[in-house]
Nanobody
Framework: QVLLVESGGGSVQAGGSLRLSCVVY????????MAWFRQAPGKEREGVAA???????SYADSVKGRFTISQDNAKNTLYLQMNSLKPEDTAMYYC???????????????WGQGTQVTVSS
């Protein structure tokens, strides 16, 4: 059974930083795409950042230069370092994993329960 557990969310003032973590249990496949998504109240879920098993990364335009996705394979952990946070970054953040990123974009794959990030102005 695959289980993803996020942590690290919280409340921060604009300009501040947070680091989200996602521990992945039971995902034993060598090929993967792991990603962070977010969803704000009344808005559609959007992809924030992704990393694949080759180490390639991609980011939403809205977070480029401010957020960094990384992984520690020894700890089975995915991270999202968020700097220069803005009020519009406020959302529930989810980590997700599957063989292919397009599966995650379609809402499939394995998902965590989410961690709330709130940025005040």
């Amino acid at each position: 059974q695959v289980l993803l557990v996020e942590s690290g969310g919280g409340s921060v003032q604009a300009g501040g930083s947070l680091r989200l973590s996602c521990v992945v249990y039971g995902y034993t496949y060598s090929d993967y795409c792991m990603a962070w998504f977010r969803q704000a109240p009344g808005k559609e879920r959007e992809g924030v950042a992704a990393i694949d098993s080759d180490g390639s990364t991609s980011y939403a335009d809205s977070v480029k230069g401010r957020f960094t996705i990384s992984q520690d394979n020894a700890k089975n952990t995915l991270y999202l370092q968020m700097n220069s946070l803005k009020p519009e970054d406020t959302a529930m953040y989810y980590c997700a994993a599957d063989h292919e990123c397009r599966t995650l974009v379609a809402g499939g794959g394995y998902w965590g329960q989410g961690t709330q990030v709130t940025v005040s102005s």
